[in-house]
């Protein structure tokens, strides 16, 4: 039983089972060209025309070196995906090079996650696009109901957020816009037996269209898509052009305004705009030379997109301050405070191909996953039916639009970035991984791209070295706070939306008890206690009517979200120890620890999600696939 959990595919089955060049073959239509265009598609979406503004009001300036890490590791990973795909030209990405290195078990793990990913990511980029465009028939006067704008938590939970301000005196019109708007969706929605029905209908529709696309074929696919990527380049290059014009040198200062943490606050937005180089690696049995192409398309993509972040978050930085950004179309946002209507209203249409250019590849990425883990028999055999006319996976195509449409009408754009973060960075932890095992099999023919060799037994410890010293140097305080575990304060931002209606209603009558002169119950309690320092609402939190579960945050809160950095550190250690044992290549190395480092800083909440995804993956794996698999049968 433990054995045939990590049963291997041989190089030769992986290869030329699925390239026979009859009726289940796949169209071999793209060159390097097409594949560098497909890794712009997927990068260049809702990561530079939404995230980028809610990483650039946390880091500031500063962002920009989020952007050249998160593009160092996506390197990494790069160089070991262009290893392995210059070595198994197929189908199955991550999936299958876990499948050659690690076994069965681990294959199942990673496709698994890669579907997530995929999912995921498309919901992402589906409600960013539900966003812009909306916003686009808006300011042409065609204005959606809210309710069919948005997902149902968000209007729920900004209903219910809204109404606690409302009734600790914040007048509703005096609300954030998106809170406003919350408001007002849940109030508007149609009511079934006393459900709220709040869904994102165009989310949906940009979902059956590009789910429909696919299904048409390959050709049709790439064309469309070269045509969008062409679009978005276009005006990401106007973009920088016009905007450096508009840049005032004095909103760079201070580069960093909230420091080192500030920058990582960003990380999932960040990483976020880089996920989709990896999903090229799935046309690979679509390609005319994958073996020399694959590589090429995906350094050269990730080169291209990086220089583009890099300009586009100095120019948005310097064209507006920085704590301004938080929005939902920084691009467009920083041309209207300009006055450049015209240009804002060519980035939302502009937007909107971006965007669904990045919906395309990732629904080209997803079914051709179904479709390898079908051909292993991980999966029924329908995932892997080739259409005979249009020469796509058909019905993991179709299966693929219900799995990525129906959650797009309900989950909100927070939640799904982390989860699409963590699955993406989990795979280039183990495709990294799998390197350091293949490249210990010298049976295994080598491909015509190899990784460079540096010696992680001396270039690890001399890192490490230097991030230490560097980190005691600048960041000694936050070392001392994350050894540390003492019980902190309700922020005042949190208190509020903690407490129940009787806990609020007790809180205002205190306040005006003791401050009679700043505050009535009239007041806005959320105001008062921003007016206040943070010695004052120290003092006046701990003598507040309320439970004091209310008041701190317990020892367990704190230390539970150190965890995922706990891990990080560990397996740091453990990496460095292998290191001087077996002189592991560095640069696959250095893939995991950057890719672990950047899941470290993704909220608690999103790992266990991401847990509880892959418990599913093997209560399936060990109830159909494992029996199943077309190893076990021979």
């Not at 209560?619 to 159909?624: A, D, E, K, T, W």
């Amino acid at each position: 039983m433990i054995k045939s959990l990590f049963r291997k595919k041989r190089l030769d089955t992986s290869v030329d089972a699925n390239n026979d060049g009859g009726n289940h073959s796949l169209h071999k239509v793209l060159n390097v060209r097409d594949i560098t265009a497909l890794g712009i598609a997927a990068i260049i979406g809702a990561g530079i025309f939404s995230t980028i503004g809610t990483a650039s009001a946390d880091g500031g300036p500063g962002v920009i070196f989020l952007f050249l890490f998160t593009a160092l590791a996506c390197s990494f990973a790069a160089f070991c995906y262009a290893d392995f795909a210059s070595r198994f030209p197929v189908a199955g990405s991550a999936y299958t090079y876990a499948y050659v290195s690690f076994g069965e078990l681990f294959a199942w793990i990673i496709g698994w996650a890669l579907i997530m990913e995929y999912a995921i990511g498309n919901i992402t980029v589906a409600i960013s696009w539900s966003d812009y465009f909306t916003g686009l028939l808006g300011n042409m006067g065609l204005d959606l109901p809210p309710w069919m704008t948005m997902d149902y938590f968000s209007a729920h939970n900004g209903y219910k957020e809204a109404s606690l301000l409302i009734q600790a005196g914040k007048p509703l019109e005096e609300l954030s816009s998106n809170l406003q708007s919350f408001y007002h969706a849940y109030q508007t929605a149609p009511s079934i037996a006393g459900f709220h029905l709040v869904l994102d209908i165009p989310a949906l529709l940009i979902i059956v269209f590009i789910t429909w696309l696919v299904y048409k074929g390959m050709k049709e696919s790439r064309d469309a898509s070269n045509l969008m990527v062409i679009v978005k380049i276009s005006v990401v290059i106007l973009v920088i052009v016009v905007g450096a014009f508009y840049v005032n040198t004095g909103n760079w200062n201070p580069f960093m305004p909230n420091g080192v943490g500030g920058i990582l606050k960003g990380v999932s937005a960040v990483f976020f705009a880089y996920i989709g180089f990896d999903a090229i690696s799935t046309t690979a049995e679509e390609c005319k030379d994958p073996q020399r192409d694959l590589p090429r398309g995906m350094m050269y993509s990730i080169i291209i997109c990086t220089v583009l972040y890099v300009a586009i978050a100095l120019v948005l930085t310097g064209m507006v301050k920085y704590d301004e950004l938080a929005v939902g179309d920084p691009l467009a946002f920083v041309f209207d405070k300009v006055n450049l209507n015209w240009l804002s209203g060519v980035i939302a249409v502009s937007a909107i191909f971006a965007m669904a250019s990045v919906l395309l590849v990732f629904q080209l990425g997803q079914p051709r996953i179904w479709m390898s883990m079908s051909r292993d028999g991980l999966l029924p055999k329908s995932f892997s039916k080739i259409h005979p006319k249009y020469k796509t996976p058909s019905f993991a195509t179709i299966v693929t639009g219900f799995v990525v449409a129906v959650p797009a009408l309900f989950l909100n754009l927070t939640t799904v970035t982390d989860l699409c973060s963590i699955g993406t960075l989990f795979a280039f932890v183990l495709v990294c991984g799998g390197v350091l095992v293949l490249h210990e099999q010298k049976d295994i023919p080598e491909g015509k791209f190899k990784i460079p060799f540096l010696s992680s037994r001396i270039g690890l410890p001399v890192l490490f070295l230097i991030i230490s010293l560097l980190l005691w140097k600048y960041q000694h305080e936050s070392l001392s706070n994350f050894f540390s575990n003492e019980r902190q304060y309700v922020s005042k931002e949190d208190l509020i939306p903690s407490l129940n209606k009787s806990e609020l209603e007790s809180l205002k009558i205190y306040t005006s008890q003791i401050a009679p002169t700043q505050y009535n119950l009239q007041s806005d309690l959320h105001d008062y206690l921003n007016s206040i320092s943070e010695t004052a609402y120290q003092d006046f939190i701990i003598k507040a009517p309320i439970s004091d579960s209310r008041k701190t945050i317990s020892s367990w809160n704190i230390f539970k979200h150190k965890i995922p950095m706990w891990i990080f550190i560990v397996i740091s250690v453990v990496m460095l120890i292998l290191s001087l044992l077996k002189n592991y290549s560095l640069i696959p190395v250095l893939g995991i620890l950057t890719c672990l480092y950047m899941m470290a800083q993704i909220p608690l909440k999103n790992w266990l999600g991401f847990s509880i995804w892959l418990i599913v993956g093997l209560i399936i794996y060990f109830g159909y696939s494992i029996r199943n698999s077309k190893l076990a049968n021979h």
